[in-house]
């Protein structure tokens, strides 16, 4: 007696390419006793099944519950057929078919399977740097074109052997499609090389490689989104060495460590940043430092963390066997150019940095940044977005236009969208170079190519001169929609959650254009994804010098104390007084006075800055948010009690920073600490702004707040808020997704461009 058959097609969507997903169901179907087929197709996979009805169900509640680890079901749609008398289940070729549209793994870690072959001496791959599977490796910087297929990724150049072909084909196999698949026999190979790229002999390059960084030399080391350049983090001198070369005086480095015993000996290590650390996607985790730390001091100075993570190649885990308390592992670039990804290009442009290079012949065909993280508010912020998470799309509220957004000029990333997904680029970097720009536009081309994006409209920063605001106009007949800054910003962090607003949206920010031609960025706006009133704002202040105002927080010391206190001020023992000379002070007052090169700004990192040199901390900074960090690092933990917070008018309101400036000034006077006194000034903020948000609900019963900017980098000010504001009866979103800062900027254009044109 033969049961009834029935049969279905399913269709699933979503990350189900190159992940295993395909021997994942033929086992599935196996195990339930179906016949039928899988198919890779242009938009997932579809399956033909056969047999019980009660064996299909079981198969489909079965799907989702025991998928392959880096799959992602966006979608799983089932259809009754009529039996075609299958009488096996069978995996068959690709479907080209018309639609193009798959989503793509990004690059994960190798997996602890790989890793026991790695270091079994049995094993055929024993030792070997390159070994990945279907659960793991490179996908996302590999890949040329889609379908995925080998064809089209940097694998295309290395003939399977018959081994590798053998597991490629086998559909039980772990490396069943896996189109990375490789073997010392017929994969890449890693040699080390001097700086005019002749190769350096040696039986085994990687322990080589190690001998020298235990000699103190810099290695570059070609990696999976780019090259590195590193030096034993305990090694003092090698580390300044590292730093002269690569003029990069103050940015803290980034440390690879072997495991996480390794890490807890330098870096303090909680249970969420354990997850993080040991996640598939491997970020940097920022982790408060240890005092006893066995690195060198100028790792990070004047930093109160690590960034920390734990080795993600084959390569790196080999490398970390020869015992390193932590090895420095900084992005292989000039100074704020993009890193480099090509053999020839890392010997041009860090010959002078690196002795020795270890090479690869795996070309990496798009270059991914490491991520950064770190947790705050009981949840995981994004200070960089990067490899391990592009191009894993923000699922969007409702689906809409294809939309190209373009981002902002600092920290820049890219975002397409199409239907309910919106794909955010990996970070590109500062937008001051023609690299930088090249890698913005080969990014962009790149991402609507294998996503097959064609966007109807190009949305942009409202800022005339930005190098992507002129791109976005250059893009023939396209509509172009120019997004206020802070609006972006708020309405990334409203797309994220999946909100449309309206709500009170505090974006804390350094630097945006305004509609009124001035500098914004202490911003409360009311706002939904479509548009935005300015309720409040910090009193606009003078930046003398303009924008050498930012590496110059002097500048801005001296504007808000002629703001606050007018010619007073000149006599006070402050310490920012007593390091400049008259003649500075002379000239920076002359600019704000007659309004010359001294461009107005309410931006809220103005202020820190200012804040920061007056009570001396930074006079200077080598980079945007140094003298700010500074601030929040000294602030002591005690309950203090705030400056005046007030504001006044109401279209929009003006909060006065006038009275804080002049509390900051008597404390400094009556030789309060400065730990103190940062202390004060946080409070202030957190107090002052949910006071406001308060004074704007009873106006207009918005009881939901959002805050983004880059500002909230700041994690005592964005957990004060949290909490405040939460306490207040407020329903408060923070960005989780995509990272506060401009990094995040592109988001929040497309989804307020599509609202625009909506
Ligand atoms: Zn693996
Ligand atoms: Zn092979
Ligand atoms: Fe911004």
Same mark, same amino acid.
């Given at each position: 007696?033969?049961?009834?058959q029935?049969?279905?097609?399913?269709?699933?969507?979503?990350?189900?390419?190159?992940?295993?997903?395909?021997?994942?169901?033929?086992?599935?179907?196996?195990?339930?006793?179906?016949m039928?087929?899988?198919?890779?197709t242009?938009?997932?996979?579809?399956?033909l099944?056969?047999?019980?009805?009660?064996?299909?169900?079981?198969?489909?509640?079965?799907?989702?519950?025991? &998928?392959?680890?880096?799959?992602?079901?966006?979608?799983?749609?089932?259809?009754?057929?009529?039996?075609?008398?299958?009488?096996?289940?069978?995996?068959?070729?690709?479907?080209g078919?018309?639609q193009?549209?798959?989503?793509?793994?990004?690059?994960?870690?190798?997996?602890?399977?790989?890793?026991?072959?790695m270091?079994?001496?049995?094993?055929?791959?024993? =030792?070997y740097?390159?070994?990945?599977?279907?659960?793991?490796?490179?996908?996302?910087?590999?890949?040329?074109?889609?379908?995925?297929?080998?064809? &089209?990724?940097?694998m295309?150049?290395?003939?399977?052997?018959?081994? *590798?072909?053998?597991?490629?084909q086998?559909?039980?196999d772990?490396?069943?499609h896996?189109?990375?698949?490789?073997?010392?026999? *017929?994969?890449?190979?890693?040699?080390?090389?001097?700086?005019?790229?002749?190769t350096?002999a040696?039986?085994?390059?990687?322990?080589?490689?190690?001998?020298?960084?235990?000699?103190?030399?810099?290695?570059?080391?070609?990696?999976?989104?780019?090259?590195?350049?590193a030096?034993?983090?305990?090694?003092?001198?090698?580390?300044?060495?590292?730093?002269?070369?690569?003029?990069?005086?103050?940015?803290?480095?980034?440390l690879m460590?072997?495991?996480?015993?390794?890490?807890?000996?330098?870096?303090?290590?909680?249970?969420?940043?354990?997850?993080?650390?040991?996640?598939?996607?491997?970020?940097?985790v920022?982790?408060?430092?240890?005092g006893?730390?066995?690195?060198?001091?100028?790792?990070?100075?004047?930093?109160?963390?690590?960034?920390?993570?734990?080795?993600?190649?084959?390569?790196?885990?080999?490398?970390l066997?020869?015992?390193?308390?932590?090895?420095?592992?900084?992005?292989?670039?000039?100074?704020?150019?993009p890193?480099?990804?090509?053999?020839?290009?890392?010997?041009?442009?860090?010959?002078?940095?690196?002795?020795?290079?270890?090479?690869?012949?795996?070309?990496?065909?798009?270059?991914s940044d490491?991520?950064?993280?770190?947790?705050?508010?009981?949840?995981?912020?994004? $200070?960089r977005?990067?490899?391990?998470?592009?191009?894993?799309?923000?699922?969007?509220?409702?689906?809409?236009?294809?939309?190209?957004?373009?981002?902002?000029?600092? &920290?820049?990333?890219?975002?397409?969208t199409?239907?309910?997904?919106?794909?955010?680029?990996?970070?590109?970097?500062?937008?001051?170079?023609?690299?930088?720009?090249?890698f913005?536009?080969?990014t962009?081309?790149?991402?609507?190519?294998?996503?097959?994006?064609?966007?109807?409209?190009?949305? *942009?920063? $409202?800022?005339?001169?930005?190098?992507?605001?002129?791109?976005?106009?250059?893009?023939?007949? $396209?509509?172009?929609?120019a997004?206020?800054?802070?609006?972006?910003?708020?309405?990334?962090?409203?797309?994220?959650?999946?909100?449309?607003?309206?709500?009170?949206?505090?974006?804390?920010?350094?630097?945006?254009?305004?509609?009124d031609?001035?500098?914004?960025? =202490?911003e409360?706006?009311?706002?939904?994804?479509?548009?935005?009133?300015?309720?409040?704002?910090?009193?606009?202040?003078?930046?003398?010098?303009?924008?050498?105002?930012?590496?110059?927080?002097?500048?801005?010391?001296?504007?808000?104390?002629?703001?606050?206190?007018?010619e007073?001020?000149?006599?006070?023992?402050?310490?920012?007084?007593?390091?400049?000379?008259?003649?500075?002070?002379?000239?920076?007052?002359?600019?704000?006075?007659?309004?010359?090169?001294?461009?107005?700004?309410?931006?809220?990192?103005?202020?820190?800055?200012?804040?920061?040199a007056?009570?001396?901390?930074?006079?200077?900074v080598?980079?945007?948010?140094?003298?700010?960090m500074?601030?929040?690092?000294?602030?002591?933990r005690?309950?203090?009690?705030?400056?005046?917070?007030?504001?006044?008018g =109401?279209?929009?309101?003006?909060?006065?920073?006038?009275?804080?400036?002049?509390?900051?000034?008597?404390?400094?006077?009556?030789?309060?600490?400065?730990?103190?006194?940062?202390?004060?000034?946080?409070?202030?903020?957190?107090?002052?702004?949910?006071?406001?948000?308060?004074?704007?609900?009873?106006?207009?019963?918005?009881?939901?707040?959002?805050?983004?900017?880059?500002?909230?980098?700041?994690?005592?000010?964005?957990?004060?808020?949290?909490?405040?504001?939460g306490?207040?009866?407020f329903?408060v979103?923070?960005?989780?997704?995509?990272?506060?800062n401009?990094?995040?900027?592109?988001?929040?254009?497309?989804v307020?461009?599509?609202?625009?044109?909506g």
């Open positions: 007696m033969v049961d009834p029935a049969a279905c097609r399913v269709s699933v969507n979503g990350i189900v390419q190159g992940v295993g997903f395909r021997p994942f169901i033929y086992q599935l179907a196996l195990d339930h006793q179906l039928g087929q899988v198919a890779n242009a938009t997932g996979v579809t399956i099944l056969e047999g019980p009805q009660a064996c299909l169900d079981r198969f489909l509640a079965d799907l989702p519950r025991r &998928k392959p680890p880096l799959a992602h079901i966006v979608e799983v749609r089932s259809e009754p057929l009529a039996p075609q008398g299958f009488t096996a289940f069978s995996i068959v070729p690709s479907q078919g018309e193009r549209f798959t989503l793509i793994s990004p690059d994960v870690a190798v997996c602890d399977d790989c890793l026991a072959e270091r079994d001496s049995a094993d055929r791959r024993y =030792g740097p390159f070994i990945n599977c279907t659960n793991c490796g490179p996908r996302y910087t590999i890949i040329t074109d889609v379908p995925y297929d080998r064809p &089209k990724t940097a295309r150049h290395f003939e399977l052997c018959a081994d *590798c072909r053998k597991e490629y086998d559909p039980l772990r490396r069943f896996a189109q990375p698949n490789a073997c010392p026999v *017929c994969g890449p190979k890693v040699w080390l090389c001097d700086r005019h790229g002749e350096v040696a039986a085994d390059p990687i322990s080589a490689a190690a001998k020298l960084l235990k000699q103190g030399q810099i290695l570059a080391i070609k990696g999976l989104g780019g090259f590195h350049l030096v034993d983090a305990e090694n003092a001198e090698a580390v300044r060495r590292l730093r002269a070369r690569k003029r990069r005086e103050e940015k803290p480095f980034a460590a072997a495991d996480l015993e390794h890490i807890g000996r330098f870096a303090r290590v909680g249970g969420a940043q354990k997850a993080l650390l040991t996640s598939i996607q491997r970020p940097i920022l982790l408060p430092k240890r006893d730390a066995p690195i060198a001091s100028a790792v990070a100075p004047g930093n109160a963390c690590f960034g920390v993570m734990l080795p993600y190649t084959p390569l790196h885990h080999l490398l066997q020869a015992g390193f308390s932590a090895l420095v592992m900084t992005s292989g670039n000039l100074s704020e150019e890193i480099c990804i090509a053999n020839e290009d890392a010997l041009a442009r860090l010959g002078t940095i690196a002795d020795r290079f270890l090479m690869h012949d795996r070309d990496i065909y798009l270059r490491d991520s950064i993280v770190r947790r705050a508010g009981g949840a995981s912020r994004f $200070l977005r990067s490899r391990g998470y592009v191009p894993v799309p923000i699922f969007l509220k409702h689906t809409q236009p294809s939309v190209l957004a373009v981002g902002g000029e600092l &920290k820049n990333t890219v975002c397409l199409r239907e309910r997904f919106a794909f955010v680029s990996q970070h590109i970097g500062d937008m001051e170079n023609r690299q930088t720009e090249d913005f536009r080969l962009i081309d790149h991402l609507q190519r294998i996503l097959d994006i064609h966007p109807e409209a190009v949305a *942009c920063d $409202l800022h005339p001169d930005y190098l992507s605001t002129r791109y976005a106009n250059s893009q023939g007949d $396209l509509p172009v929609v997004v206020q800054h802070h609006h972006a910003h708020i309405v990334s962090c409203l797309a994220e959650h999946q909100v449309e607003g309206p709500v009170i949206g505090l974006a804390m920010d350094g630097t945006g254009y305004g509609p031609h001035t500098v914004w960025g =202490g409360v706006l009311v706002a939904d994804v479509k548009g935005y009133s300015r309720a409040a704002h910090l009193l606009p202040v003078a930046m003398p010098g303009s924008a050498s105002a930012i590496r110059e927080p002097w500048r801005m010391g001296v504007s808000f104390l002629e703001e606050a206190l007018e007073n001020w000149r006599e006070l023992p402050l310490p920012l007084v007593q390091g400049l000379n008259d003649q500075q002070v002379a000239v920076a007052v002359q600019m704000i006075q007659k309004g010359i090169n001294a461009p107005p700004t309410s931006s809220l990192g103005r202020l820190f800055d200012g804040v920061a007056i009570l001396g901390l930074h006079s200077t080598a980079f945007e948010g140094q003298a700010a500074a601030l929040e690092h000294i602030a002591a005690e309950a203090v009690d705030p400056y005046p917070f007030t504001w006044t =109401g279209g929009p309101r003006v909060i006065d920073t006038g009275g804080i400036i002049r509390g900051v000034v008597a404390d400094v006077v009556a030789g309060t600490a400065p730990a103190l006194i940062a202390a004060r000034f946080h409070e202030t903020l957190i107090g002052g702004l949910t006071n406001l948000c308060g004074a704007l609900r009873r106006e207009t019963d918005l009881d939901r707040v959002a805050l983004s900017g880059g500002v909230f980098q700041n994690v005592r000010l964005l957990e004060g808020l949290l909490e405040r504001l306490a207040a009866g329903t979103y923070a960005h989780q997704q995509v990272p506060t401009d990094g995040g900027l592109s988001l929040g254009q497309a307020a461009a599509a609202a625009m044109l």
